[in-house]
């Protein structure tokens, strides 16, 4: 883990605030429907492992919506930004989150590293750019 960094993140209203300490490189885009519900456009996400999350303030802030029996998604119920999809009945995921990029403090360091759903990606934008495009998760 010589290559951590800590990430410092928070919500639009800044109640909610967070700090990652992880290798973290990548944000995938994803385009599926619920994703896109979610955040009006296609979700930013970068994985962070659950145990290299903190929550620095406005614990009590953070509310979940159950999105589906195997997941649920985390938001400020104070200003109403996302803040991360979890998996937590997907055993092969649950030991993460996929936390909302946006919220990050910059420079981030990532690097956009493709997308996910494209098959149910919303019909007035095109993806565009070389990256790699998979139909579902991969
Ligand atoms: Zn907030
Ligand atoms: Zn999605």
């Known amino acids: 883990m010589s290559d951590s960094r800590i990430f410092k993140a928070k919500c639009l209203c800044g109640e909610v605030s967070f700090k990652a300490e992880a290798p973290l490189k990548e944000v995938g885009l994803c385009h599926c429907s619920m994703c896109r519900r979610w955040n009006s456009g296609p979700f930013h996400a970068v994985g962070i492992p659950l145990d290299a999350l903190t929550v620095e303030g406005g614990e009590e802030n953070i509310s979940y919506y159950r999105s589906s029996e195997y997941s649920k998604r985390a938001f400020c119920n104070n200003c109403g930004s996302s803040l991360y999809y979890h998996g937590d009945n997907i055993p092969e995921i649950s030991n993460k989150v996929y936390f909302s990029a946006g919220l990050l403090e910059e420079p981030t360091g990532l690097k956009l590293a493709g997308h996910i759903f ?21």
Not at 131 to 136: A, I, M, S
């Open 118 to 138: 494209c098959a149910s990606k919303g019909d007035y934008y095109e993806i565009e750019g070389d990256l790699p495009q998979h139909e579902t998760v991969e």
